[in-house]
């Protein structure tokens, strides 16, 4: 893993300073190395994480073995003694079956120098690709199926073009840009995070998942090679017994794939069923006792280190553990907010700095389970997807809307989904906003000053005609598979992928997810519903799974989910985050919100209320991008 920068443009408007600072700002992304490469209007830069093939050879920009292509890459290709085996068979006694090192990199190199643009189908892992063609002046850039690495990119009228692996590197450049794109801020407010392709700034992008963007001094042209509402269809496998074969058979293989490493290597371990899985298959791969790291808290309600400690004593690795204090968090906070370079509110991502820390103390490399929730139904979104297309929900919408609307805040959040009818394709993102006790809609027009209301609505339109554009056609899909969809292209990614990324590479440490491998994912979307929520069972075919390697009564228990106990913190020790950035003058400064309506939240919250503290933070993370940032 590592980071990579690079611009293509009319000489001299992207200068070699900035360039050079864009680097710097990618240090701990590849602390291990140094390149850069120059032609032209074109500049590439890379930053090296030592993992497959520690030798110089391998460094990066690496040219083609006929010099007309440069490459810099970031991730890790895992089928590529596979592949290169296979090159050197079908071209045996030619150049191309000559290899000058042992790195997936010059793989990954030579399949695009044989089979072109269309190479990357034959990739099996993460990955943010830049290829620059001497020959044609072309750019051509890719980004993993699952969007696990990162890559963000600009572009202006004049054909100016850059890229990075992170925003600060991007910013660096004088002549980038800087305009707040408002609609990411409306987006941030709904999900705690900014949703794929847009960024906080107007002029700079994510490039979404399974994309390939080619750059020429004719424009800019955008092509999917892969997408995942593609890779469903109706021929489901539903025999129990088929699918737990299949499913052990792919993981299995997946982990050991995934274990390939020039460097020491360990496992995220939370206690859950996706981390205890993958540690378990991870222990029949491994000579000696496998590492295994872990975060716990002195709150006993979010403290999961005993049940990843009885994990970890069943398997027999060598368990790490750290017991946050807010203390702890505390000295992380002001990290935590540069880190993720724009607005970003999960606060697990603390937690995962600190796993991040200690892991980077042993290992350069960490198996972790993000993806297993997503694809195989962990989450109560999914168990509301199901409820609200099922009696008595579905015939008595409006009287039991009327009746929710009384009670408790959990049941006002599925009183604002009866609102909606069950075969609205946006349905999706209302129930992952209200279970993760965000804003919806009438909230933000309640909370946003008048002036912003014309944009609101404008950005709530345009918000929802991408959905159901990007559902079109899978209406008929299950409810429950739909939701899974929804979580897989955005909280998956934009959330969970970009927190366990920053804080991995933030102490310069390779996160790698075997349960979003392709083949894993491809089954995955293959299993029937009735067999992912299973007498009540959520991840049932994982959890049974398990239970061929941990005794059940270690990780059946209630989902409690990787959080801190932010409600508690915000007031006590963290009060001065709500003091700090939701006074009267900076809510006047920032200019979005209605004074009275925050005032009226934070009265709310202290009175009890503890299902605000979500928004309050998203207002929190808001309001400190924007005071530093603008």
Same mark, same amino acid.
């Given at each position: ?26 240090? /701990? ?23 497959? @093939? !520690? ?10 073995? @006929? ?12 089928? #590529? ?27 990954? *190199?030579? *399949?695009?120098?044989? /089979? ?32 696990? $690495?990162?890559?963000?990119? #600009? ?6 073009? +850059? ?8 910013? =660096? %450049? ?7 794109? /408002? ?60 699918? *737990? ?64 400690? +009885?994990?970890?004593? /069943? ?15 505390? =000295? ?21 700095? !600190?796993?991040?820390? *200690? ?55 599925? +009183? ?9 394709? %946006? ?6 906003? &209200? ?42 899909? +299950? ?10 292209? #955005?909280?998956?990614? @934009? ?10 590479? &933030? ?18 979307? &293959? ?21 061929? #390697? ?8 209630? $989902? ?71």
């Amino acid at each position: 893993m590592c980071g990579i920068a690079g611009t293509f443009s009319v000489k001299g408007f992207f200068s070699k300073a900035d360039m050079q600072t864009a680097g710097e700002k990618l240090n /701990h992304r590849g602390p291990d190395g140094y390149g850069f490469f120059e032609e032209e209007e074109v500049m590439l830069l890379h930053r090296r994480l030592s993992i497959i @093939d !520690l030798d110089n050879r391998a460094s990066q920009p690496m040219s083609s073995h @006929d010099g007309r292509y440069v490459m810099v890459y970031n991730g890790e290709v895992y089928n #590529y003694v596979e592949l290169k085996e296979k090159i050197i068979q079908e071209h045996k006694g030619t150049a191309m079956a000559d290899f000058k090192t042992t790195s997936d990199s010059e793989v990954v *190199l030579r *399949l695009f120098e044989l /089979h072109g643009r269309n190479f990357v189908s034959e990739l099996n892992g993460m990955f943010a690709i830049c290829i620059y063609d001497r020959q044609e002046h072309k750019l051509y850039l890719y980004r993993d199926r699952m969007g696990i $690495k990162p890559l963000f990119w #600009y572009s202006d009228t004049e054909g100016n073009f +850059a890229f990075a692996s992170e925003l600060k590197a991007l910013t =660096a %450049f004088e002549s980038i840009s800087k305009e707040v794109n /408002h609609e990411s801020i409306f987006n941030f407010l709904r999900s705690g995070f900014i949703p794929s392709p847009i960024t906080i700034y107007k002029n700079i992008h994510k490039l979404e998942s399974g994309t390939c963007l080619t750059v020429s001094r004719s424009g800019i042209e955008k092509n999917i090679f892969w997408e995942l509402t593609k890779q469903v269809d109706g021929n489901k496998l539903k025999n129990e017994k088929e699918v *737990l074969v299949k499913l052990d058979s792919t993981l299995s293989e997946t982990v050991k794939i995934q274990l390939r490493s020039d460097v020491p290597y360990g496992i995220f371990l939370s206690g859950g069923v996706d981390s205890s899985l993958v540690t378990a298959l991870a222990t029949k791969h491994v000579n000696g006792k496998l590492n295994t790291f872990s975060i716990g808290f002195r709150e006993q309600t979010h403290n999961e280190a005993p049940h990843a400690r +009885a994990v970890a004593s /069943h398997l027999g690795t060598n368990h790490h553990e750290f017991i946050v204090s807010h203390s702890d968090a505390i =000295a992380l906070i002001e990290t935590f907010f540069d880190v993720y370079d724009e607005p970003y509110a999960d606060t697990s991502g603390i937690p995962t700095m !600190l796993v991040s820390k *200690l892991a980077a103390q042993h290992v350069k490399v960490v198996l972790s389970g993000e993806g297993g929730d997503e694809l195989f139904y962990g989450y109560g979104t999914h168990n509301w997807s199901v409820r609200l297309n099922k009696f008595p929900f579905d015939t008595f919408r409006i009287p039991m809307r009327i009746l929710f609307k009384q009670l408790s805040s959990r049941y006002k959040r599925v +009183a604002e989904l009866l609102k909606y009818d069950s075969d609205k394709t %946006f349905l999706p993102e209302h129930i992952y906003s &209200q279970e993760q006790y965000l804003f919806n809609f009438d909230e933000l027009k309640n909370l946003m000053l008048n002036k912003h209301v014309s944009d609101l609505n404008q950005f709530t339109e345009k918000y929802f005609t991408s959905l159901s554009s990007t559902f079109s056609g899978l209406q008929k899909m +299950a409810s429950e598979e739909l939701q899974s969809l929804y979580e897989i292209m #955005y909280p998956l990614q @934009d959330d969970l992928l970009t927190k366990v990324d920053r804080a991995t590479m &933030q102490h310069s440490i390779e996160a790698r997810v075997p349960l979003l491998d392709n083949h894993l994912v491809q089954l995955a979307l &293959q299993i029937d519903s009735s067999l992912k929520i299973k007498n009540g069972i959520n991840k049932y075919p994982l959890k049974k799974l398990l239970a061929n #390697y941990v005794p059940e009564e270690i990780f059946m228990r209630p $989902k409690r989910g990787f959080s801190i106990p932010l409600a508690k913190w915000l007031r006590t020790e963290w009060k001065y985050l709500i003091d700090g950035y939701l006074n009267e003058k900076v809510i006047a400064e920032v200019g979005l919100f209605k004074p009275e309506e925050v005032k009226k939240m934070i009265r709310q919250f202290y009175s009890g209320d503890d299902y605000l503290y979500n928004r309050l933070w998203c207002l929190i993370a808001l309001h400190r991008w924007l005071i530093k940032n603008q």
